[in-house]
């Protein structure tokens, strides 16, 4: 049973995962924070260090037999922090949420303050919305974009952060088309006495490809998921800038037993929010993190942002109305209200013409978060696949062609058979992607 392959050993969920693989190959996957894993990133996900628990971190285990992962967990640690020039990192958060939960933990008590990005204008569920615990355990207040342009004014935000007087200043979103001033953040969060935290989940490979701000030397404490721009495994990481001990701690100076803010937040990862850590998803970030350092991921993520841009270009001559009139980074956010067609019907219809996006509140939405006026639209994905700007080109046409005939069911087959062609021209995976 043990050396069984898994089509042998469970047909139905192998026939399953054959199933969606043929889905991501012939899709055109536009969803923003999706993107392709490599096939050495799955085989270490899938490996014999699932296997393995390592409560603690490497040299400092509640478990034997840990000689082999302290090893990964090391390398990973390693790469991450040459990546992004951190002094210190957590690579055991099994989530952006749960990184996002040991940020709480550390800097926030129940009821303290926080300042974050208004989910509904681009923002996170983990940043103060009242169906998550952000917004549950602590007193959440927002600041949004601009009706009129569709970005931050960072002299409303500060007066917006004099007004509430956080312990937390938050920045990061889900659906926000520009980069951030990373350094007016932090004049704001040194104003009023905050702590600065930045979640760059989205933008993440960017930033390590140096093609978007670069938050590190900014907040007190950076955030993310691994499986974004940065096309690593499912998963989450917390990462500290060169500058944080000193800024931290002028802040809340430490107590006599805390050594570095860093050992806060490990304890605040294990015990303090997780259990073991996953040993193979860790092996996974370690080669996702080799591979980010190779120079050919600059490449990809300077497509991603031509590509982004130019789907942007198309869409706006065909009439579309992107909100805050275009992008800087690897997503946009369409405001479909001028088209007459909700987000929900879009995803819909996109989705029956193989086009896979989400529908997304856009800023000051006049519909409900299930149904809303737009979708969000990302490049990472296809741009893996090698897709370039005329390619992205084309998908614009072939996503007007569906928006513009939403009854037309003929017209979304038809749609569906071009994607599928496209696709063919830039194969992924094998037919199953064990
Ligand atoms: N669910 C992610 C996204 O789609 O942006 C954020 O966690």
């Given at each position: 049973?043990?050396?069984?392959?898994?089509?042998?050993?469970?047909?139905?969920?192998?026939?399953?995962?054959?199933?969606?693989?043929?889905?991501?190959?012939?899709?055109a996957?536009m969803?923003?924070?999706?993107?392709?894993?490599?096939?050495?990133?799955?085989?270490?996900?899938?490996?014999?260090?699932?296997?393995?628990?390592?409560?603690?971190?490497?040299?400092?285990?509640?478990?034997?037999?840990?000689?082999?992962?302290?090893?990964?967990?090391?390398?990973?640690?390693?790469?991450?922090?040459?990546?992004?020039?951190?002094?210190?990192?957590?690579?055991?958060?099994?989530?952006?949420?749960?990184?996002?939960?040991?940020?709480?933990?550390?800097?926030?008590?129940?009821?303290?303050?926080?300042?974050?990005?208004?989910?509904?204008?681009?923002?996170?569920?983990?940043?103060?919305?009242?169906?998550?615990?952000?917004?549950?355990?602590?007193?959440?207040?927002?600041?949004?974009?601009?009706?009129?342009?569709?970005?931050?004014?960072?002299?409303?935000?500060?007066?917006?952060?004099?007004?509430?007087?956080?312990?937390?200043?938050?920045?990061?979103?889900?659906?926000?088309?520009?980069?951030?001033?990373?350094?007016?953040?932090?004049?704001?969060?040194?104003?009023?006495?905050?702590?600065?935290?930045?979640?760059?989940?989205?933008?993440?490979?960017?930033?390590?490809?140096?093609?978007?701000?670069?938050?590190?030397?900014?907040?007190?404490?950076?955030?993310?998921?691994?499986?974004?721009?940065?096309?690593?495994?499912?998963?989450?990481?917390?990462?500290?800038?060169?500058?944080?001990?000193?800024?931290?701690?002028?802040?809340?100076?430490?107590?006599?037993?805390?050594?570095?803010?860093?050992?806060?937040?490990?304890?605040?990862?294990?015990?303090?929010?997780?259990?073991?850590?996953?040993?193979?998803?860790?092996?996974?970030?370690?080669?996702?993190?080799?591979?980010?350092?190779?120079?050919?991921?600059?490449?990809?993520?300077?497509q991603?942002?031509k590509n982004a841009k130019a789907m942007a270009g198309a869409l706006t001559e065909m009439?579309y109305?992107?909100?805050?009139?275009?992008?800087?980074?690897?997503?946009l956010?369409?405001?479909?209200?001028?088209?007459?067609?909700?987000?929900?019907?879009?995803?819909?219809?996109?989705?029956?013409?193989?086009?896979?996006?989400?529908?997304?509140?856009?800023?000051?939405?006049?519909?409900?978060?299930?149904?809303?006026?737009?979708?969000?639209v990302?490049a990472?994905?296809m741009t893996?696949?090698?897709m370039k700007e005329p390619e992205f080109e084309y998908l614009a046409k072939l996503m007007d062609q569906?928006?513009?005939?939403?009854?037309?069911?003929?017209?979304?087959?038809?749609?569906?058979?071009e994607?599928?062609?496209l696709?063919?021209?830039?194969?992924?995976?094998?037919?199953?992607?064990?």
């Amino acid at each position: 049973m043990l050396n069984k392959r898994l089509s042998e050993q469970d047909p139905e969920v192998f026939s399953l995962v054959e199933k969606e693989t043929d889905r991501q190959n012939q899709n055109a996957e536009m969803i923003a924070s999706e993107n392709f894993a490599s096939k050495a990133v799955m085989e270490a996900m899938g490996s014999a260090l699932t296997n393995k628990y390592a409560e603690g971190l490497p040299g400092k285990r509640y478990y034997g037999g840990c000689k082999f992962v302290d090893v990964v967990e090391d390398l990973a640690r390693d790469r991450a922090k040459t990546l992004f020039g951190a002094d210190w990192v957590n690579v055991q958060p099994h989530s952006g949420a749960q990184a996002n939960a040991a940020v709480y933990l550390t800097f926030m008590k129940p009821g303290d303050k926080l300042l974050g990005f208004d989910l509904s204008h681009g923002g996170h569920l983990t940043h103060g919305s009242p169906v998550n615990f952000s917004g549950i355990m602590y007193d959440a207040h927002f600041y949004g974009v601009e009706k009129e342009t569709g970005r931050l004014d960072m002299n409303k935000i500060r007066e917006k952060a004099k007004e509430v007087k956080p312990r937390m200043l938050s920045i990061g979103a889900s659906a926000y088309t520009r980069d951030f001033d990373y350094e007016a953040f932090r004049d704001i969060a040194d104003e009023v006495g905050a702590f600065l935290w930045m979640d760059m989940a989205h933008t993440a490979g960017l930033i390590a490809a140096k093609l978007l701000n670069d938050p590190l030397p900014w907040a007190h404490v950076t955030t993310t998921t691994t499986h974004k721009t940065l096309r690593g495994p499912r998963g989450g990481m917390i990462l500290v800038g060169r500058d944080t001990e000193n800024t931290i701690g002028k802040i809340a100076p430490k107590s006599g037993r805390v050594k570095n803010w860093g050992e806060v937040l490990d304890g605040a990862v294990f015990p303090g929010t997780q259990g073991g850590p996953l040993m193979h998803v860790i092996a996974a970030k370690a080669v996702a993190f080799g591979e980010a350092l190779q120079p050919d991921f600059k490449v990809y993520q300077q497509q991603v942002l031509k590509n982004a841009k130019a789907m942007a270009g198309a869409l706006t001559e065909m009439g579309y109305n992107l909100v805050s009139g275009g992008t800087d980074n690897h997503l946009l956010l369409i405001d479909l209200r001028n088209k007459n067609i909700t987000g929900t019907t879009a995803e819909n219809i996109l989705g029956a013409a193989e086009i896979t996006v989400n529908k997304n509140m856009v800023p000051f939405d006049t519909e409900s978060p299930f149904v809303t006026s737009g979708i969000r639209v990302g490049a990472p994905a296809m741009t893996t696949r090698g897709m370039k700007e005329p390619e992205f080109e084309y998908l614009a046409k072939l996503m007007d062609q569906v928006l513009s005939n939403p009854t037309d069911e003929q017209m979304h087959h038809k749609t569906a058979q071009e994607v599928k062609a496209l696709c063919e021209r830039f194969p992924l995976y094998d037919a199953v992607a064990i």
